[in-house]
């Protein structure tokens, strides 16, 4: 979506908070998620934070906005054939991205007990920025991805207090730079984000 589009849609998220309904009740969540992975000559630490702000528009709907930021740190060495094509010699390279996703969301929750599940989908717009260094040079590059769908399930597990944790999982497309025969290439991949975290109903 583009930028208006989702200023135009967290106005009205902000004005359906704002109005009163009997059902109504704001709920805050934090969450988080990390990894780390070696293969055969790369190292990958990745690690991603959220923050949710939703609205229950009664006891199985709730809307509400995300944002998200996820880092990804992959080093190691690359293998390429050497200038006289004679053999293959292994190259020092680092790939650092950062990507920033903001989402609306619709969240349906079948069934509302101590332990609930929830299904959610919606639109999203996420925002890379990618360093990578290679052979003593370093690019920087930025793009833009919306709008592009967002959805995913989990369960919540009531704590009592107004308390709960949520375990979720989240799919949505997202841009991966990757170097093929030397060269820096970009290819659409399916980005999945199991987290943990924390709830809390006003």
Do not use: W
């Not at 930021?69 to 190691?76: L, N, P, Q, V």
Request: glycine letters at 8%; one cysteine or more.
């Amino acid at each position: 979506m583009s930028t208006r589009y989702f200023l135009l849609v967290s106005s009205l998220f902000t004005a359906a908070l704002c109005a009163p309904c009997a059902h109504a009740g704001v709920q805050i969540n934090l969450s988080g998620s990390a990894q780390k992975s070696t293969n055969n000559f790369e190292k990958t630490a990745a690690h991603s934070v959220a923050a949710n702000i939703g609205v229950s528009l009664g006891s199985y709907v709730s809307i509400g906005l995300t944002h998200r930021r996820s880092f990804s740190d992959t080093t190691g060495q690359k293998k390429r054939i050497n200038e006289a094509r004679t053999a293959y010699v292994l190259v020092d390279f680092a790939d650092k991205t950062e990507t920033v996703t903001n989402s609306v969301d619709l969240t349906l929750i079948p069934y509302a007990g101590i332990v609930s599940p929830f299904i959610f989908g919606g639109v999203a717009r996420q925002d890379y920025t990618n360093t990578f260094d290679y052979q003593f040079e370093r690019t920087v590059s930025k793009q833009s991805l919306y709008p592009v769908p967002n959805y995913g399930g989990g369960i919540a597990i009531q704590l009592g207090q107004g308390f709960q944790l949520k375990i979720t999982q989240t799919i949505t497309p997202g841009k991966q730079s990757y170097v093929e025969e030397g060269a820096e290439k970009t290819k659409t991949v399916q980005n999945t984000y199991t987290e943990l975290g924390l709830g809390y109903k006003l």
